[in-house]
């Protein structure tokens, strides 16, 4: 497969299965009131802050906002990401627990046993042992049943981002374990050297021509109906 053809594969994946599910589920469950737990001293706070004063459109806008532009969308990215690569034959669901996906490494042509992680600044401090430990287990493992591994083939790709912008956690990991991110890890998985920032690019493009459907203001109109008729809320 060209590059340019696999640039056309992952945009349009990202289109149907990130995007356009994004908007179809904001609509669908997130502008609905049951979705939500809700803490009834806060609520009010941040309705106060967004509009003023304690009502049912500042509630809804607390509620929703934070949901669809945050929660919703980062939640699903990376289980969407790491089950396109196997369907785009780019990697294989590894067998290994706690590893994500196999590849061929395309520059040093070794395998690799990954797992994926979004960003540069994706994890916490009490995540480093633990992933630390999960990948000492691997190499473990691998040494008992004879695979031909070592501690350079158990990787955290990093799926967006540069080296200078990996938090102090991941550089932690790094010790041990290569953390491959970005370009790197683009490179290392589809053989061509640029695809990140092609990819980006046409991302970029791709996204200006998304029909949004006025998820905002149709979302937060439904959840604020729905929030004036419950005994939840007293305004």
């Keep these: ?15 149907t299965y990130i995007f356009q599910n994004h908007i179809e589920a904001s609509l669908k469950n997130n502008a609905k009131l049951k979705s939500y737990n809700i803490n009834p001293i806060v ?16 509630v809804a ?23 396109m690569f196997v369907e785009l034959g780019l990697a294989q669901g590894s067998l290994i627990k706690g590893m994500d996906i196999e590849f061929v490494d395309r520059i040093d042509g070794r395998k690799k046993w990954c797992q994926l992680k979004s960003g540069p600044n994706t994890i916490n401090s009490e995540d480093v ?14 040494r008992t ?3 031909n591994l070592n501690n350079s083939d158990l990787i955290l790709g990093v799926l967006y981002g540069e080296d200078n912008q990996l938090s102090q ?17 683009w490179h290392r998985l589809t053989g061509y ?6 990819l980006v690019k046409e991302l970029h493009k791709s996204i200006l021509t ?9 979302g937060c109109s439904d959840l604020e109906d729905e929030i004036k008729n419950s005994p939840l809320f007293d305004f």
């Design 169 to 185: 956690h991941y550089k932690r990991i790094d010790k041990q374990f290569p953390v491959i991110v970005g370009k790197d890890f």
């Design 61 to 83: 806008k607390a509620l929703y906002f934070p949901r669809v532009l945050g929660t919703s969308i980062n939640s699903s990215f990376g289980t969407r990401i790491q089950n």
């Design 145 to 147: 049943n004879s695979i």
């Design 1 to 15: 497969m060209t590059e340019k053809q696999l640039l056309t594969q992952i945009v349009n994946y990202f289109e």
């Design 43 to 58: 609520i009010k706070y941040l309705s106060k802050v967004l509009e003023g004063d304690y009502t049912a459109k500042g």
């Design 193 to 198: 050297p640029n695809f990140y920032e092609g």
């Design 210 to 218: 998304i029909d949004t459907k006025d998820l905002m203001n149709k």
């Design 129 to 142: 042992n633990p992933l630390i430990k999960k990948f000492t287990n691997v190499t473990n493992l691998a």
